[in-house]
């Protein structure tokens, strides 16, 4: 088969994979009311007559919004600080900057739950605004590294005759580098707002059973309540509001223009009083925000009764006693390295020809296609592999594969999409001189193109394995007896009663840490290009 079919095959099936579970929910959600209509027994009429769907899609949207606002608010200074001076400890807030985003959202979750949750310093768990405050510090890179690139692409003659004018430092920003990174901030806005919308970890973790969203509300009803109809109803409801969202975000990339000059612009150390503090304002705001909750998971897992110590990662090894729990956090922690390793080398091997198909395609209709997956959410998907795959007459949920599936069908797409600019990047000219010595088909990927792929295939095994250590959303649904994760596990020890394994969820959350961070930093060592990770 040539590979631009087998190409077009595998976007095929990527499609069709993540629409499997898709329909699924459809289906259950007009399940005896086909014949009949939107009556009583509609779950359609009963879920939208119910004045709690309402509210929630009402908490939902407005939690996003709040989200998206103080983000954005608190990442343009901080992005300009950035792009625009020279201090000391400039890399190390940038990068303090980004380190939440490629974590997953349940350590966040736990890390503000160590200082504000029903253990913590401060009881502030069940409240919005320490939910909005982890979505600020879980989406603030995307804001920072989205406008920071933009005031870096060029613009700098333009603020520096601004200022020989006698404009002020302040009002050069809001007349001149404002409005040539508006669709950057808009773009920025757009996506945060969809990991805002989406958010399912942290409000597990830090809702304290009181407060709720759409995805939550998903996950209540179909695992608790079994009210699996109405959770696929909400699903349906949820993938609207993720659909018009992505659609926005494809029309501003449609409209923004984007400067081709390069960066003539070199930081300068802040010399003027509105310089330093808005230095000091942005190093105050990454290290409250991203460094303190961090920090703060790291002693709370130290902390022990009568002072610290070690007692909460020597005892990883057993389960505790007095709970239903099955699985160990050791077990969980080999469970879930295990399948990520697999999984992302199984994602990285079906998104390379998907990739190489895509980037010889510039069509609005295979880049929808692209798109289109990550319109589902993870709990839609987790919700639809529980009902397609885990009951008669292909139930497989004691094969063990449901796990894995769920986490390919989560980062494949992501993947796929990250690997196509590397793959457009490759030079043409060679490519052709290549084909011209006989180098074609096979020989060709071997021998020319996947020399030059060897960063981004690296780029994107990491993306991958970081993507399925911490997905949760998904694996939730469809985790069974041994088959937990460490996601999962971490849920689980944080919910026990009386603060029963705290301890031990907290060590889990920084064990999930320092794996997160070793993978970056051998993928960056090994030549990554810090490929931008959506885990979100």
């Not at 399940?31 to 009402?58: K, Q």
């Not at 060679?430 to 020399?451: H, I, K, N, S, Y």
Request: proline share 5%; hydrophobic share 50%; with cysteine.
């Amino acid at each position: 088969m040539r590979r631009p079919a087998l190409g077009r095959v595998l976007l095929v099936l990527v499609v069709l994979a993540v629409a499997v579970p898709f329909i699924a929910v459809l289906s259950t959600t007009f399940g005896g009311s086909l014949a009949t209509g939107l009556d009583t027994a509609s779950p359609w009429a009963r879920i939208l007559g119910s004045r709690r769907t309402w509210r929630v899609i009402a908490l939902t949207i407005g939690q996003a919004v709040g989200s998206t606002a103080v983000t954005v608010v608190i990442g343009i200074p901080v992005a300009y600080t950035l792009a625009r001076y020279r201090f000391f400890g400039r890399s190390v807030l940038a990068t303090l900057a980004v380190v939440p985003f490629v974590l997953p959202s349940v350590v966040v979750g736990a890390a503000f739950a160590s200082i504000f949750g029903a253990r913590g310093v401060l009881d502030g768990r069940g409240s919005w605004w320490l939910i909005i405050a982890a979505h600020v510090c879980f989406n603030i890179s995307v804001v920072v590294r989205t406008v920071g690139a933009a005031i870096e692409r060029g613009g700098g003659d333009s603020e520096a005759a601004a200022r020989l004018l006698g404009r002020s430092g302040f009002a050069t920003f809001r007349e001149v580098t404002l409005p040539r990174v508006a669709s950057s901030i808009a773009a920025s806005a757009v996506i945060v707002f969809l990991f805002s919308l989406t958010s399912f970890g942290v409000i597990v973790i830090l809702g304290g059973g009181s407060v709720t969203t759409l995805e939550v509300e998903i996950w209540v009803r179909a695992t608790r309540q079994f009210d699996i109809s109405g959770a696929a109803v909400l699903s349906a409801l949820q993938l609207i509001a993720v659909a018009s969202t992505l659609a926005a975000d494809i029309a501003i990339a449609r409209h923004s223009k984007v400067s081709t000059l390069p960066s003539e612009v070199r930081r300068q150390r802040p010399s003027e009083p509105l310089a330093k503090a808005l230095v000091i304002t942005s190093v105050l705001s990454i290290v409250l925000i991203c460094g303190v909750p961090l920090a703060a998971l790291a002693f709370r897992s130290l902390q022990v009764p009568g002072g610290l110590g070690l007692d909460n990662w020597t005892s990883l090894g057993s389960v505790l006693e007095g709970t239903d729990m099955t699985t160990s956090p050791i077990s969980a922690t080999i469970n879930s390295l295990r399948t990520s390793m697999l999984v992302s080398l199984l994602t990285v091997a079906l998104a390379l020809p998907t990739a190489r198909y895509l980037a010889t395609r510039r069509g609005r209709v295979e880049q929808g296609l692209v798109l289109l997956p990550l319109g589902v959410s993870a709990t839609t998907i987790g919700l639809g592999l529980l009902i397609a795959f885990g009951r008669p007459p292909v139930d497989l949920r004691g094969s063990g594969l449901l796990i894995p599936l769920a986490q390919l069908l989560v980062a494949l797409p992501l993947v796929t999409r990250v690997m196509v600019p590397p793959i457009r990047s490759l030079d043409r000219a060679q490519l052709d001189a290549a084909e011209m010595l006989g180098a074609v088909g096979p020989t060709r990927f071997w021998r020319v193109d996947l020399p030059h792929l060897r960063t981004a295939l690296r780029s994107a095994a990491a993306l991958g394995f970081v993507v399925c250590l911490g997905e949760f959303g998904a694996t939730v649904f469809v985790s069974r007896g041994d088959e937990v994760t460490m996601p999962v596990l971490l849920q689980q020890l944080m919910s026990r009663p009386g603060g029963v394994g705290y301890g031990q969820s907290m060590a889990v959350g920084v064990l999930m840490v320092v794996v997160c961070g070793v993978v970056l930093w051998i993928a960056d060592r090994m030549g990554s290009s810090g490929a931008t990770v959506m885990t979100g």
